[in-house]
């Protein structure tokens, strides 16, 4: 069965440092992988999407992949309590189809 | 970027009767539709593909008379939870792919169903 991995947290970080947060995915034929933020009671908003090996950078987030140890992170630099959320990592399937991880809590305090 | 609406939001409901989930895309055709479902503290997990003008496509272990899935036209597509139970309470979701990158979703905002 295909699998998307996280540590559900909840992972602490004060505000201005920079939160860490990982998945790993189980099926090697993933293609896309993509960083969903969700707050509570709503639906998920689309933060970075990755293809290729190596880091993407949008602002104070970059993703890095690493498709050998079928690896994807995501980096949050300055956090802000306004980050504080749930962070989904999705690994791209068969038809347009994503499998999400459990999500990891994040929370920045002031 | 494109928009999905999904309604209702919030429902409520007795054990035993049908809700009816609708999930529109405002500014674009959407030929495919996800829906998801989503407990608390947990991942999202696809239930179904809905197919525009054919039959909807179910993930293992989703009963598809439980959860009758319609796509009527190219904008909207519905989920109806029939004879509800307390067990269905949960956050569902809808989502269409970008037809540019058909991997990345645009979401609908969720509907909670609390079934009594």
């Known amino acids: 069965q295909k699998e998307v991995e996280q540590n559900s947290g909840p992972l602490s970080v004060p505000e201005g440092a920079i939160a860490s947060l990982n998945c790993t995915y189980s099926?090697?034929?993933?293609?896309?992988f993509f960083w969903y933020r969700q707050y509570s009671g709503k639906s998920p908003e689309l933060i970075m999407f990755i293809y290729s090996n190596g880091d993407k950078e949008d602002g104070r987030f970059t993703a890095q992949l690493n498709k050998a140890s079928q690896y994807v992170s995501l980096l949050i630099r300055d956090s802000q309590p306004s980050d504080s959320a749930t962070y989904l990592c999705a690994a791209g399937g068969e038809g347009g189809k994503l499998i999400f991880g459990q999500g990891t809590e994040l929370s920045v305090k002031p | 970027g494109a928009v999905v609406s999904q309604h209702p939001s919030r429902v409520i409901c007795k054990s035993g009767t049908s809700v009816k989930i609708e999930c529109r895309s405002l500014d674009f055709q959407a030929t495919t539709m996800f829906w998801y479902r989503q407990f608390p503290k947990q991942s999202l997990m696809l239930m179904a593909t809905s197919n525009e003008g054919s039959k909807a496509t179910y993930e293992q272990g989703v009963e598809k008379d439980k959860f009758l899935i319609n796509h009527a036209s190219l904008t909207l597509s519905t989920l109806t939870v029939t004879s509800a139970h307390p067990e269905d309470s949960s956050f569902y979701i809808c989502?269409?792919?970008?037809?540019?990158?058909?991997?990345?979703?645009?979401f609908g905002s969720g509907t909670q169903l609390s079934v009594l």
């Open positions: 099926d090697r034929g993933s293609q896309s």
């Open positions: 989502s269409a792919p970008d037809r540019q990158a058909n991997e990345k979703l645009f």
